[in-house]
Each structure stands twice: as structure tokens, then as C-alpha cells.
């Protein structure tokens, strides 16, 4: 056969080939199409629901706000149950099979180890005992929002569009299921906690009591308590104690990297797992024109399509008293999340305290405490796995050390007392004084709460069942220490509290928040790093007058004044000496010399700074951690980063006095490990971007919002996300942002005032693509624009009507 006729069949075949796969992705859009638009919400007209007592009418805005008008809050329950499932069911649906360990049944097999985890838990059980332990209000509540779910997902014309994507049809939602929400949450903010500890006990099985406290600090100068007390460091532990140092007999440094180091050494910025965090804090009505309270709260969890938050707000009447709240709702509960009544306002962090214990139980005490529960775990396209839960009457086994002894958790989250629904408590508070004990008394996941009302008054408390006991502990201690034993749930009376301190402001972020015998109610480690809560506290203390704008600002704040000590070491050495044996990195210091400080997608001068300070971290305690990874081949230094974010005080400490006795053998100076860790990310950034000069921090700082089926849309899926970009931002700075994390609402708001107030969440309301507000407000989010709290002008409006009276 002639090269011509070939060529032709080849071209032939090609187009073919082409056109099929058009014909293909034609019909496959056309399919989704159809399905999308007849799974959109009811928007406008009346729908008749059953068990509504009046008609209720939704009106939402451009941006599908709604605003609920009732005429009780059984009503308005029911309402926004509708809303939540013609909005949002799937995202419920995952929630609740994340708690319950049910994904696979979804997705497939490669959810098997989540739905493991969480197995461990047993919340299913907990939840029903939840459901059966609330009381009359709450439960009549509950109720009503169970029904308003199943009916908004009946009156769709079809499923949820990620049902028909994967194949699946929804089951109707059980009152026991909004209690998986909350677990889920548990999960969300804690789930991880408890690996952590299990590292924590790798460190002290291999390495001595001084270094290990070194190394995992309770706190560093950056720490900004609430009553301002700073904890002392553990000393850095001499040559005696532990050394990395070379006998001379030893030889030459192995300057080769393994397969493990190069990937720990490669250029990827990020050291820890994101804090689900945030911030939020308070303004006193002394400070503000008003003479009313101001409330700030941006929260940072995962972003997806569709956001975390639904946004809503609800109006009834009590006898002549009208009742209206504005803020933020979780799809699957019935509650306020965040936002203000009018009287208060209030938003949350992660107190990221310490809500559970390792307990080991010796081998040979383990037949007698252990009974394996027998789980089968249901899998998508594939035949239905066993899976065995060790459980004890102190927890689950989460792991067998090699002597034989168990290690079992004790967790907040596996007591049904763990979740409730105070927060509808919450909903008629009229001042800080009333609320804080409200506060206490509503479980969920542990969060700071700040509040504030229209008398001028802000508080700080905690939210959620916090354990009675004498003291904290991170580490295993024994199962039947009786110095560590829980007795029970604190009442509201022994909750930390605060009241209008002489500052004037309150504030959180994740970092330790109390100081002395509170830590113990709250727990003494795994805070977040205080650079952010520093550089909040020292905003808030200049600050003439605060406004909501004042707030936006702060929220927005990139300065990175936590990297400018780093800029300096770097700067101090890349001295003349050492640019004569490394004149190529001659551009690097005067980019570094030349950044303006903040991080800004368009910085090279902070990526270079940041850059530095991740591999000169990874060098420094990939050394010293050496012997913990080669005993546990499973870890690696992330682990360690994973474990604490205090990190920053021994490496400080390390690199400035630079002691040889800890000092990575692969180097036979710190100048040299310097030098390595510059070299790499010199040569790195002028490959990759042709020079230095060009790599930018949002070539890595870059915002990717996906929705969690556009993964099984081959073509099509990637109109289901956002467009990646480069952010401003970063972790130890109010602008929280990196790649799928970041702040997931940002709100400003004065009780009363609430025409005044902000608002911003990084998509739209809906999960719909073809929902007319989709991705409405995401522009705002991105560039900070000043947009409204409350709903604006009706677009659309919506009755719902007792199904009896529909003719």
C-alpha cells in the first residue's frame, strides 16, 4: 500500500474518530442538560407540602438569598428543609454517608478506607440515640425540617443531577441523619486528630523526652492569648542528650538523596494539612460609632461547588413578637450557624483544643476488654466487604503496637450527648450575658464563639460538650490512669468565658485562646501557629473607630509580617562571602531585598522567602527525624509538620544557633545545608520559568474549586468548576487562602445594623450549574468587594401552602 493511500486511511479513521467522540459528547451533554434543568429548584408559583400549618412565603434575590417569612418556627424549619433539599440534597447526602461510612456505596471502591475510618466511630448509633435524647421542642423542630427535606426532594422533577451521574438513586432523609451532619463536622475539624497522637507516640518511643518536647512545643512568642501570658519553651537538649553528629571514623557525607528525600525535598509548598480554622472576633460599642457591638467571622474549610454554607434568612412571628435572623445555615441541620438576630451576632473558629485521649491497654488485658464488631460496607460495582471493629468499653482500637498492646481512642464524638440542636436556643438570646451559657449548652463540633449585641457588649466562650476532667494529655497514658479519667460533660458554669475586657475587642484563630488551669479544661496542644491571631490582635489595637468596612479589610489582610524575620536571615546569609562561592544566587537576594512584604499573587519576593523557609525545614528535621522514619518506614517529616503547627520555635531556634550536634549529616555545615536548600530552588525556578524573575506566587498559590462529580464527566466535567488562578494570601496571615482551602463565608456585622453589614461566600447558592445564580457572588469573594448581609431586591418568590387548601 502506497504512503499517500495510508495517510488517507489514518486521516480517515482520525476523523471519524473525531466525530465520534462529538456525536459522544453531543449526546452526553444534551443527556446532562435535560437533566440538570428538570433537577432546578421551584423558584416561583405556590407548591402545596404537606404538614404546613400557614402558608409561608420564600422570596429570594438575584443572587438566590432567600428570605423566609412564617408564621411560627416549625414553619420556618420546614421551609428551610425545602430549601436545603431542592438546593443542596446531595452535599446532605454526602455528609451523612461520610459519617456513617457509607461513600462506597456512591462512589466505589476508592472510598473503602474513609468509609473505614469511619466505621471506627459507630456514629449511626450515636445518632439515633441523639434523635431519641432531645426534648419535645427540639425534636418537634426536627421533625418539621424532615419533612420540609422530603418534600422539597419529592417536588423536584427529577434527582439531583450527581445521582444521575453516578448512577444512584437518593433515600429519603431520617431525623437521626441531621445528627450525621453534625458528626460529620467531628470528623471535618477532628478526625485527624488521633493520627496525630499516634506519631507523637512514635516520637517518644525512638527519641529522648527532651527532644521530643523541644521538638512539639506547647507555644512560641507568636502566641496572643486572650489574657496575654505566654508559656515557656522547652530548652533546645544539649550533645549529652542527643546527637546527629558523624564520628570521625564515619567517613564522607552521603550526599545522595533516595527516592523518599528527593520527594520530600521537591518543590511543593505546602508543610502541613490546612487548619480547618478561621477567624472571627469583636469590637466592643465603646470603640464604634454606633455604640453597638461589631462582629467579624471568616471561617476556612475546604472550597467546593457547591460551598459548605447555605445562606438564608428566617422570619416568624411569637404572639406580637416578631423574630429575624440572617446568616448561615449547614444543609442537613435546621439551625443558624452564624450571623445575628438582631439583638446578637455571633461567628465561630475551630478551637482546635484537645477533645480526645489515647489510652493503651496492655497485651495481655486486651482479650478480656476487646469485642470485634462485624461491619459489611456496601461498594458500588463491587461485591459488599466485611470490616471489623476492635471495640472496648473505652473506644475503638485504632492500633496494635508491636508488643501487642492496644491503643484505643476516647473521643467527645462518640457520646451522643456530643450533639444536640441548642443552637435554636440561641435564636432568641438578646444579649451577650444571656447567650454565653446558651452557647455551652449547644454541642457540635468544639468552636470559639464570639458574640456581641446592640447594648455594645462582646464575650468569648466555648461551644460544645466539653469532657470533666483533672488534666489533658496528648500522649498515650494508660486505660485505667485514673489522673486522666473523664467523669462526664462540664456544665455551662464551668465553661472558660469572657466579658467586655479593657481592650475592647475580642478575637480567635485557632491559636491557644487561654492560659493556666483553663487549658486543661480546654486542652494544651495542637494550636494553630499565633502569627495570625498576633497580627489580628495588633490591627484590632490601632484601629480608630471600626467599621464593617474596617473589618472586610482586615479579613483581606496579605501582609505577611510572620516570613519578615525570614527575609531578614535570608538576606543576612546571602552575604557577600557567600555569593562569591554562589554567584548565581546573586538574583535571588535582590528579589528577596527588593519584596515589599506582603503575599501577593504577583510577589516573587514572598515566594522566594516562603520557598526557603519550607526547605530549610524539611532539611533541618528530615535530619533530626531520621531515625523515627527509618523505624516507622510508614511516616515521613509531613507527619511531624502534621503534628504540630508550633514547628516554627525549634526551627527558629535551630537555624539561628545553628547547633552542630542537630545538624542533618548530609551537610558538613548549616551554610552548606543553606546552600543546598537555595541551589534546589534556584535552579528549580529558573527551569521552570525561564528565569527567576517570572515565578510568581500565584503560579503555586492558585485557587481550584471543583465540584465532587466533575471527576466522572470526562469533557464536559470541567465546566462544573471554577477556572484555576492564581490568589493573594497565604496560611499565617488573616487572608487565608491555598489551592481548595480558604475562607468558605466572610461576614461583618452589627445586631441591629444589619443593612450595614458584609457578606461573602466563594460560590453561589446552588449546586445546580444551571441555576440562574450558580456562581453568584464569587467575583465579590475573589477580589474583595463590599457586598450585602442581608437579601436585596425580590427576583423570585415562592409560596408554600398547606397541601389541603391547594384547589
Same mark, same amino acid.
Given at each position: ?66 428570605? %423566609? ?274 439583638? %446578637? ?33 456496601? &461498594? ?152 495570625? #491571631? ?38 543576612? %546569609? ?17 528579589? &528577596? ?5 506582603? #503575599? ?74 543553606? #546552600?543546598? #536548600? ?13 528565569? %527567576? ?115
Amino acid at each position: 500500500m502506497s504512503t499517500k493511500r495510508k495517510y488517507s486511511k489514518v486521516k480517515k479513521a482520525l476523523l471519524l474518530s473525531g466525530l465520534s467522540t462529538m456525536v459522544v459528547a453531543s449526546c452526553t451533554s444534551y443527556w446532562l442538560w435535560a437533566r440538570l434543568n428538570s433537577a432546578l429548584p421551584l423558584l416561583n408559583g405556590e407548591v402545596a407540602i404537606p404538614h404546613v400549618e400557614h402558608e409561608v412565603v420564600i422570596d429570594r434575590d438575584r443572587n438566590g438569598l432567600p428570605s %423566609i417569612v412564617a408564621h411560627t418556627r416549625t414553619d420556618a424549619a420546614r421551609a428551610m428543609g425545602f430549601l436545603h433539599a431542592q438546593e443542596r440534597f446531595f452535599q446532605m447526602d454526602f455528609l451523612r454517608r461520610k459519617a456513617a461510612g457509607e461513600l462506597s456505596a456512591l462512589f466505589g471502591e476508592s472510598f473503602i478506607n474513609a468509609d473505614k475510618e469511619a466505621r471506627l466511630h459507630q456514629f449511626k448509633h450515636s445518632a439515633r440515640q441523639a434523635y431519641n435524647n432531645l426534648d419535645e421542642q427540639h425534636k418537634a423542630l426536627l421533625d418539621a425540617y424532615v419533612e420540609g427535606v422530603n418534600s422539597g426532594l419529592d417536588k423536584l422533577k427529577s434527582a439531583p443531577f450527581e445521582y444521575a451521574v453516578l448512577k444512584a438513586t437518593p433515600a429519603t432523609w431520617q431525623p437521626e441523619d441531621s445528627f450525621l451532619v453534625s458528626f460529620a463536622m467531628f470528623m471535618e475539624m477532628q478526625g485527624r486528630d488521633y493520627h496525630n497522637a499516634l506519631y507523637l507516640n512514635k516520637l517518644q518511643q525512638t527519641l529522648p523526652q527532651a527532644l521530643v518536647d523541644f521538638l512539639v512545643p506547647l507555644g512560641t512568642s507568636w502566641d496572643q492569648p486572650l489574657d496575654a501570658q505566654q508559656i515557656a519553651t522547652a530548652p533546645m537538649p544539649g550533645a549529652d542528650v542527643y546527637s546527629l553528629a558523624e564520628s570521625e571514623e564515619s567517613g564522607q557525607h552521603n550526599l545522595a538523596l533516595t527516592e523518599h528525600q528527593q520527594s520530600l525535598y521537591a518543590l511543593t509548598l505546602k508543610d502541613t494539612p490546612s487548619v480547618a480554622g478561621s477567624n472571627n472576633w469583636a469590637v466592643s460599642g465603646d470603640n464604634t460609632l454606633s455604640g453597638k457591638a461589631l462582629v467579624a467571622n471568616d471561617m476556612h474549610l475546604n472550597l467546593t461547588v457547591p460551598n459548605i454554607w447555605y445562606r438564608v434568612e428566617y422570619t416568624w412571628q411569637e404572639a406580637t413578637k416578631e423574630h429575624q435572623l440572617s446568616g448561615i445555615s449547614l444543609p442537613g441541620l435546621p439551625l443558624m450557624i452564624a450571623g445575628s438576630n438582631q439583638h %446578637i451576632a455571633w461567628g465561630f473558629t475551630n478551637s482546635m483544643g484537645d477533645w480526645s485521649d489515647l489510652l493503651r491497654i496492655p497485651a495481655e488485658k486486651s482479650q478480656a476488654l476487646v469485642t470485634p464488631v462485624t461491619q459489611t460496607i456496601d &461498594v458500588k460495582d463491587a461485591a459488599p466487604i466485611e470490616f471489623v471493629v476492635d471495640m472496648t468499653p473505652y473506644g475503638p482500637v485504632v492500633e496494635r503496637e508491636e508488643n501487642g498492646d492496644l491503643l484505643v481512642l476516647r473521643w467527645v464524638a462518640h457520646s451522643p450527648m456530643a450533639v444536640n440542636l441548642g443552637l435554636f436556643d440561641v435564636e432568641l438570646a438578646t444579649s451577650v450575658d444571656a447567650s454565653l451559657p446558651l452557647f455551652n449548652d449547644a454541642h457540635m463540633t468544639h468552636l470559639n464563639v464570639v458574640v456581641g449585641d446592640e447594648q455594645g457588649n462582646i464575650g468569648w466562650t466555648m461551644l460544645g460538650a466539653l469532657p470533666e476532667r483533672a488534666h489533658s494529655v496528648w500522649a498515650p497514658v494508660a486505660y485505667d490512669n485514673d489522673k486522666y479519667a473523664w467523669s462526664g460533660f462540664l456544665d455551662s458554669a464551668q465553661y472558660p468565658k469572657r466579658m467586655n475586657p479593657e481592650s475592647g475587642f475580642l478575637f480567635t484563630a485557632n491559636a491557644r485562646v487561654v492560659s493556666g488551669d483553663e487549658l486543661d479544661v480546654i486542652g494544651r496542644e495542637n494550636y494553630a501557629l499565633g502569627a495570625r #491571631a498576633n497580627q489580628i490582635h495588633n490591627g484590632l489595637r490601632v484601629m480608630h473607630e471600626p467599621s464593617e468596612a474596617q473589618m472586610l479589610r482586615t479579613q483581606l489582610d496579605s501582609r505577611a509580617i510572620f516570613l519578615q524575620r525570614w527575609q531578614y536571615l535570608l538576606l543576612s %546569609i546571602l552575604d557577600e562571602e557567600f555569593l562569591a562561592e554562589h554567584p548565581e544566587l546573586t538574583e535571588y537576594r535582590e528579589i &528577596v531585598n527588593n519584596w515589599n512584604g506582603k #503575599a501577593t499573587k504577583e510577589s516573587t519576593g514572598y515566594l522566594l522567602v516562603r520557598a526557603f523557609r519550607t526547605q530549610v525545614a524539611r532539611r533541618v528535621f528530615g535530619g533530626i527525624l531520621n531515625d523515627v522514619h527509618e523505624r516507622n518506614p510508614d511516616s515521613n517529616v509531613f507527619d511531624y509538620f502534621s503534628l504540630t503547627s508550633q514547628w516554627e520555635g525549634p526551627l527558629w531556634q535551630l537555624v539561628n544557633e545553628q547547633p552542630a550536634h542537630l545538624l542533618n549529616t548530609r551537610y558538613d555545615s548549616w551554610q552548606g545545608l543553606y #546552600a543546598d #536548600a537555595l541551589s534546589f530552588l534556584n535552579n528549580h525556578f529558573n527551569n521552570t520559568h525561564g528565569t %527567576i524573575a517570572n515565578a510568581k506566587w500565584g503560579d503555586y498559590n492558585k485557587v481550584a474549586i471543583s465540584h465532587p462529580v466533575a471527576g466522572a464527566l470526562p469533557l464536559i466535567g470541567k465546566f462544573f468548576n471554577i477556572p484555576e488562578y492564581g490568589a493573594d494570601g497565604d496560611i499565617n496571615m488573616p487572608l487565608v487562602q491555598e489551592q481548595n482551602f480558604g475562607a468558605s463565608m466572610r461576614m461583618g456585622v452589627t445586631p441591629g445594623e444589619e443593612q450595614s453589614g458584609f457578606f461573602h461566600m466563594p460560590v453561589g447558592q446552588a449546586s445546580n450549574p444551571m441555576s440562574p445564580y450558580w456562581l453568584a457572588g464569587h467575583k465579590d469573594w475573589q477580589e474583595g468587594v463590599f457586598s450585602s448581609f442581608l437579601p436585596q431586591e425580590t427576583e423570585y418568590s415562592l409560596k408554600l401552602i398547606p397541601a389541603e387548601h391547594k384547589e
